[in-house]
Antibody, heavy 118, light 111 residues
Framework: QVQLVQSGAEVKKPGASVRVSCKAS????????ISWVRQAPGQGLEWMGW????????NYAQKLQGRVTMTTDTSSSTAYMELRSLRSDDTAVYYC???????????WGQGTLVIVSS | QSALTQPRSVSGSPGQSVTISCTGS?????????VSWYQHHPGKAPKLMIY???QRPSGVPDRFSGSKSGNTASLTISGLQAEDEADYYC???????????FGGGTKLAVL
């Protein structure tokens, strides 16, 4: 079955960087994109951006431009999301999800909690 | 990016129907057929319930249906069940940002 498995929780200090991985299985990785979505405590879902599964094309949410980079390793069917210059309001659960052509997302990874605290 | 507008909460009794609205603009909901809906139980991964406005992925009960009129999309859940109690989010492609945007989420209570 299609499955996305994410890396474990992280605790970072303000100003640091974090990289979250997302390993896909059960489908042809290069046939779909991977999107990243986050949910801050008590808040709703926030679209962070997406990356193609077969080339380096990526599109990021305006508010994260310059701080986020999404990459893929097709040899291992793994996607990565790096967020730099972390702030306390970056504390959230970060999800990856397979992205279909119509911007639908499914299935989703289990989520990775990132805590930014001094 | 501004979120799409959803009611904060809706409720219904078992067996009843509820509809959750998602209002955007001609640059997102009204301009594209790329509206999707997600069910999110706290602590679990969100689940795709509807895509491309009214398409249901395999495995999603036909009690869930989607529609769109103008700049407003809707998710209707009929024959409410206790396990439907969750947060629901709409999502649409936005031509303004060449990306997608979520609604603020709606908490469904099954009374």
């Amino acid at each position: 079955q299609v499955q996305l498995v994410q890396s474990g929780a992280e605790v970072k200090k303000p100003g640091a960087s974090v990289r979250v991985s997302c390993k896909a299985s059960g489908y042809t990785f290069t046939s779909y994109g991977i999107s990243w979505v986050r949910q801050a405590p008590g808040q709703g879902l926030e679209w962070m951006g997406w990356i193609s599964g077969h080339n380096d094309n990526a599109n990021y949410a305006q508010k994260l431009q310059g701080r986020v980079t999404m990459t893929t390793d097709t040899s291992s069917s793994t996607a990565y999301m790096e967020l730099r210059s972390l702030r306390s309001d970056d504390t959230a659960v970060y999800y990856c999800a397979r992205r279909g052509g119509g911007y639908w997302l499914g299935p989703w990874g289990q989520g990775t909690l990132v805590i930014v605290s001094s | 990016q501004s979120a799409l507008t959803q009611p904060r909460s809706v409720s219904g009794s078992p067996g009843q129907s509820v509809t959750i609205s998602c209002t955007g603009s001609s640059s997102d909901v009204g301009g594209y057929y790329y509206v999707s809906w997600y069910q999110h139980h706290p602590g679990k991964a969100p689940k795709l319930m509807i895509y491309d406005v009214n398409q249901r992925p395999s495995g999603v009960p036909d009690r869930f249906s989607g529609s769109k009129s103008g700049n407003t999309a809707s998710l209707t859940i009929s024959g409410l069940q206790a396990e439907d109690e969750a947060d629901y989010y709409c999502c649409s492609y936005s031509g303004t940002y060449s990306n997608a945007v979520f609604g603020g989420g709606t908490k469904l209570a099954v009374l």
